[in-house]
């Protein structure tokens, strides 16, 4: 009897002793979980941060880019002011503001550029219909209509890969442009209005055939003297 009182005590002290392992295994692996949940929340909380930090550093190159870009265009508008006293031609034309002048001698064209195209501004002069403004690096397309005469673009189909064109702004600064090609295409085909130039400046004079069943186009780069 008391060798068998003594196992059971013995295999009651081992069960409990199993008990208390176990135990403390399951308190070591929670322990070790919240640890980790911790760390992932740390983490969490750093990654947030983190993009807290990289926002608030991108908003304020945004503010110094754009004020950069205020005193630039600041700087611009003092110049303009300055040069303002050279310009010589119009400021506007019936209403419309113009930009510059477009001077082909092949065909003895010499017409002012107005800032918008619409139907009233087309029937005044010919006008800046997409890109940058004039002089700026970049493809400024032209639109006009193909009127007979030396102020519309009824005599561009007539352009060959060579001729010249002189683009001048309203200070009276002039750049001359030299065509590369000359096409007919749909009137649905707007690859004209490309602004990919590898930062050169372009010319795209842009027409319609009679009847606007196609569209002329004239493309001219910058000559480099």
Same mark, same amino acid.
């Given at each position: &009897?008391?060798?068998?009182?003594?196992?059971?005590?013995?295999?009651?002290?081992?069960?409990?002793? %199993?008990?208390?392992?176990?135990?403390?295994?399951?308190?070591?692996?929670?322990?070790?979980?919240?640890?980790?949940?911790?760390?992932?929340?740390? $983490?969490?909380?750093?990654? +947030?941060?983190? &993009?807290? %930090?990289?926002?608030?550093?991108? !908003? !304020?190159? !945004?503010?110094?880019? %754009? #004020?950069?870009? %205020?005193?630039?265009?600041?700087? /611009?508008? =003092?110049? !303009?002011?300055?040069?303002?006293?050279?310009?010589? &031609?119009?400021? #506007?034309?019936?209403?419309?503001?113009?930009?510059?002048?477009?001077?082909?001698?092949?065909?003895e064209l010499s017409s002012y550029i107005l800032s918008e195209t619409n139907t009233k501004s087309l029937k005044v002069s010919i006008t800046k219909l997409y890109g940058p403004e004039v002089g700026n690096v970049g493809n400024l397309?032209?639109?006009?209509?193909?009127?007979?005469?030396? =102020? &519309?673009?009824?005599?561009? =189909? *007539?352009? #060959? @890969?060579?001729?010249? @064109?002189?683009?001048?702004?309203?200070?009276?600064?002039? @750049?001359?442009?030299?065509?590369?090609?000359?096409? *007919?295409?749909?009137?649905?085909? +707007?690859?004209?209005?490309?602004?990919?130039?590898?930062?050169?400046?372009?010319?795209?004079?842009?027409?319609?055939?009679?009847?606007?069943? $196609?569209?002329? @186009?004239?493309?001219?780069? /910058?000559?480099?003297?």
């Open positions: &009897m008391k060798v068998k009182f003594a196992c059971f005590k013995l295999s009651k002290t081992i069960i409990i002793l %199993n008990i208390i392992i176990f135990l403390q295994v399951i308190f070591i692996v929670v322990g070790i979980i919240k640890i980790r949940e911790e760390r992932n929340f740390e $983490q969490i909380k750093n990654d +947030v941060k983190n &993009m807290e %930090n990289t926002v608030q550093i991108q !908003e !304020e190159k !945004e503010e110094t880019k %754009n #004020e950069i870009t %205020n005193t630039i265009k600041n700087s /611009e508008r =003092k110049s !303009e002011t300055k040069l303002e006293e050279y310009k010589n &031609m119009p400021k #506007e034309l019936k209403g419309y503001k113009v930009i510059g002048k477009l001077e082909i001698p092949k065909i397309c032209i639109a006009g209509h193909n009127y007979r005469n030396n =102020k &519309m673009f009824g005599g561009i =189909k *007539k352009l #060959e @890969i060579g001729d010249e @064109i002189i683009l001048t702004d309203t200070f009276d600064r002039s @750049i001359r442009y030299q065509v590369y090609d000359t096409y *007919k295409t749909s009137p649905k085909d +707007v690859s004209c209005l490309n602004q990919e130039t590898g930062g050169d400046r372009e010319l795209t004079l842009i027409t319609c055939t009679a009847g606007a069943i $196609q569209r002329v @186009i004239v493309k001219a780069i /910058e000559i480099y003297d």
